[in-house]
């Protein structure tokens, strides 16, 4: 559904701050009925001091909360929470939003894994011929850097879609602050919630999809929509802090709705207990891929990295 996003401020919020040497102020929303000078004459209540100006309209296929999710990433503040109002001017407003819509990836730093992050990535791959689903066990030592190396893996697997599933939510959130800072592996990625309509305009835009889902929500809650859209691609599904909850039939029906839709490549990772990680879990179960500390300390500081591949 197109909308219209507008700009609008005052001149105590825009022009005022410029000349005081401040960053203005400037009011981001969207109207799907109205005109954009309609909508903003509906604002311009007995509540407003000075008369609120128009800087801008557009039309969109996404609305202002997707748009401000996108500032936001992009470092860009809210006067306040919960508020339609950025810190911004109407030149960095517009070229966000032209260069969002048209799908221009914008990369703020650069990522090069460490030896035992492309020796596990290289393990993984090797086991995954896209031909099966296959689930592969990663028993992974602290400061391993497992956020960073899901994300390499995702890109080096040419994949266009990956589910992130925790019953941990700190763990999914680790991921999307991951994408938010811009790495040169994440920059093309949308992060959405399970919805359909944001995975098809996500899809739409032909940017990458992290699907954040979270292991306590019922498995008929997901959109059956979804998971059909799901089937016809092939997806990395990675399971985070997977000993937490996976011995719950509830949370392991929700992590199966997505595991089934399609060829997946499907990695459950902890650092505590791979076997309760593994509870319940069926298709193709590859060998469990550990690292410990010692392993890690010697990958670092050798030019053969090493890690140990640990029968089940």
Known sequence: MTKQIYFYSDLARYEDQIALGRKPMLKIGDTEQETADQRIKQQDTTSCAQLLVKKGSYFTPFGDKEFHKHLQTLGYKKTREEREWFYITVEDAERELIDYKNGVVKVKEHFTPRPHQTLVN???LSRFDGNRTVIQPLNLCARFGKTLQALSLFKDSGLEVMIVAAHWLSANQSFINTVNERFDITADIAVIKPDYQQFKNAID???RVLIDVSLHTDADKIDPRLIGALSVYKKLIY???????????????TANQFINSGINLVCVATGTNIDRALIGSRSDIQEPITVSYICQRQSSSSALPSADVIPP
């Not at 399971?239 to 029906?253: C, H, K, Q, Y």
């Open 122 to 124: 290289q393990q993984i």
């Open 239 to 253: 399971i985070d802090e997977a000993d937490f909850g996976a011995w719950t039939e509830s949370s392991r029906d």
């Open 205 to 207: 835009k032909g940017q």
